[in-house]
């Protein structure tokens, strides 16, 4: 059945290269894991013509009965849900090619083992997109948790690398006992773990107890899609290879709370309480990120805090009650942020991964012009530029803001200024102006090769393509997945327009022009610098207050309640015990000689016992 090739395809790749991927070498590991994602991508293509005019449940397995229920596992192609997996499988082919050349240079050091791990995320991910129930869901969420752990850390070597895949793998976890709690408590309201048994019943439950669980569903959302307050991990991440990083955050693990909270929205509907957490969340995660990507000058981090404000961008669309438009900005969302970490990786790549910091960059733009025109169609997509596709998924969600309240609008409008001054301060600084890098690399940098390029070309096309035809997309989309139709918001449409402009301009007579010296600027303005630089110190907190904390209340406990209290017991008692053993030890000694004098001597003593009682009874 071509919807079962959808999701096991990639369970086979998995197999193969991890049983045979020491024979079949690491370019053959690259090519088996990127057919058969494409494979993947063909037959979700197919499930997905049909499944969004009807459709197609496919039931797999009954494996535990629970009472009058019977847990199974099984798959729901329906128009959200098939096109989800459309777009991950496509966007993850195009990944899993380019990273046959950015991971060319470490062939011969069992590079088979990062196609495989690669392999397990996609098929983890479409386990939470297509699964028919949410133990499904929480299998794929643990899996996608799993494989960013082994990617993520994939440089193991590396000590930063091994603390950001500890630190995602606990981040995820507090999220993940969230979402658990959150799906038994959903059991126990609606008596099925079934999606389409569940949602009928949502208007039979009683609202307090249905807002509990989806305060708790989102709660695992959170720390899935690094939201505030379990962000920290998100842009640490950056630390495994760069394809790892673009399938992360274009449309596969970070997207998934996106996404869950989509899948499961008539709960989420039924619970205002719950829809106002998801925009406050939503909308501090997306301003703190924003000002946290203006700031930084790792090439990665900045677009990885984007993801994290883009994100906050789709939660505060889901708690406006604008579904349509958080789907439709995750979809355009997943090519232009692919193409923007592939043209990062291409920069790292040319530079054979010795520079990270865009201000020791600068230039490029004549060494890699398919990189430089990749990166600017998608920064231009980011900031939200008619007539790219970020121009229209985002200003859809602004003027959802807008319609929800003035003030969160206003806050919409800034961080979309914000967020166009970040992206192109990061194009201006890596491709414009003088070639700082010269200064400490001494090698040629040219273009990467057409194993990455074709990639990002694709990437780019699309984004110009869906953006081109963005109005009607945005219609057909959302009439697909059961959102609101909404037409463009003229006045919406013209201020972001006039603020992605401004947002674009103030950095090239900053960091191009020099007008202004930003090394001045900088100091005037350390502390505020300081501040959104480490996330309003949220990342400090955790590792030294919290993670710091933790250490030192075990660290006590050890030199005081184990070494002083239980040791102490345990020492105490040893010389009795010590003497006990000894006395036992005398007559236990294995000497049949002793045991004989001592069966004498019992014998002996019973019959004085004896004699003594009878002489008694005589006298």
Same mark, same amino acid.
């Not at 049983?19 to 070498?25: D, M, Q």
């Not at 955790?542 to 006590?556: F, I, K, M, P, Q």
């Given at each position: ?6 999701? #096991?395809?990639? /369970?086979?790749?998995? *197999?193969?290269?991890? !049983?045979? &991927?020491?024979?079949? =070498?690491?370019? $053959?590991? %690259? ?91 996609? #098929?983890?991910? /479409?386990?939470?997109? *297509?699964?028919?129930? !949410?133990? &499904?869901?929480?299998? =794929?969420?643990? $899996?996608? %948790? ?474």
């Amino acid at each position: 059945m071509v919807e079962l090739g959808v999701i #096991f395809t990639p /369970l086979i790749a998995f *197999l193969i290269i991890l !049983l045979f &991927g020491r024979k079949i =070498g690491d370019l $053959g590991s %690259g090519i088996i894991a990127s057919v058969g994602a494409g494979l993947t991508t063909l037959f979700s293509l197919v499930v997905a013509l049909k499944a969004i005019h009807s459709p197609v449940h496919v039931k797999l397995y009954d494996f535990l009965p629970i009472g009058n229920y019977t847990l199974s596992l099984g798959f729901y192609f329906d128009s959200l849900s098939s096109l989800m997996a459309l777009v991950v499988t496509f966007v993850a082919t195009l990944i899993f090619v380019y990273s046959i050349g950015y991971m060319r240079d470490e062939f011969g050091k069992w590079v088979f083992k990062f196609y495989a791990y690669l392999s397990l995320f996609l #098929f983890a991910m /479409l386990l939470i997109v *297509l699964s028919d129930n !949410l133990l &499904g869901i929480f299998f =794929g969420w643990e $899996g996608v %948790g799993l494989a960013s752990y082994l990617l993520i850390g994939y440089y193991h070597e590396q000590k930063k690398a091994t603390k950001a895949s500890f630190e995602a793998f606990v981040m995820n976890r507090i999220g993940d006992w969230l979402f658990i709690f959150g799906i038994i408590y959903s059991f126990y309201l609606f008596k099925t773990l079934e999606i389409t048994q569940i949602f009928p019943k949502v208007e039979e439950v009683d609202k307090y107890a249905l807002g509990v669980a989806t305060m708790l569903l989102f709660g695992g959302a959170v720390g899935k899609s690094g939201q505030f307050p379990l962000h920290t991990w998100l842009p640490n991440a950056m630390a495994g290879p760069t394809p790892v990083s673009a399938l992360l955050h274009a449309a596969t693990m970070v997207a998934a709370g996106v996404y869950m909270v989509a899948r499961l929205y008539p709960m989420f509907e039924a619970t205002p309480q719950t829809l106002k957490l998801i925009v406050l969340i939503g909308a501090i995660t997306m301003t703190m990120a924003a000002l946290a990507g203006a700031v930084h000058n790792d090439i990665k981090k900045i677009i990885a805090f984007s993801t994290m404000s883009q994100l906050g961008y789709m939660f505060v669309a889901l708690g406006v009650g604008d579904k349509g438009g958080a789907m439709f900005h995750l979809t355009t969302h997943a090519f232009f942020k692919a193409l923007l970490f592939l043209a990062a990786g291409a920069v790292i790549t040319a530079f054979h991964h010795h520079l990270y910091d865009i201000f020791k960059m600068g230039g490029l733009k004549k060494y890699m012009p398919v990189t430089y025109v990749a990166f600017m169609i998608g920064a231009l997509s980011l900031a939200g530029v008619f007539p790219f596709s970020g121009f229209w998924s985002k200003d859809r969600i602004v003027a959802s803001m807008y319609e929800w309240s003035g003030v969160l609008g206003v806050l919409g409008t800034i961080v979309a200024f914000i967020t166009a001054y970040y992206a192109f301060r990061e194009g201006f600084l890596v491709f414009h102006g003088r070639e700082r890098w010269r200064e400490i690399y001494d090698k040629d940098v040219h273009e990467v090769e057409g194993v990455m390029t074709v990639p990002m070309g694709l990437l780019g096309f699309l984004t110009v393509l869906t953006g081109l035809f963005g109005l009607w997309l945005e219609h057909w989309y959302v009439g697909l997945i059961g959102g609101e139709e909404k037409g463009i918001h003229l006045s919406v449409a013209l201020v972001s327009l006039g603020v992605a402009i401004a947002g674009i301009w103030l950095p090239w007579p900053v960091y191009v022009k020099k007008v202004i010296d930003y090394n001045k600027a900088y100091e005037s303005l350390k502390f505020i610098h300081t501040t959104f630089k480490e996330q309003f110190f949220t990342e400090k907190l955790y590792h030294n207050v919290v993670a710091g904390g933790y250490l030192t209340y075990s660290r006590s406990l050890y030199s005081t309640v184990e070494r002083l209290f239980i040791d102490g017991i345990v020492n105490a008692t040893y010389p009795i015990v010590e003497l006990l053993g000894s006395v036992l030890k005398f007559f236990q000694n294995g000497r049949l000689s002793w045991y004989v004098m001592g069966l004498a001597t019992g014998l002996t003593i019973i019959v004085l016992i004896l004699f003594a009682i009878t002489i008694r009874g005589g006298l």
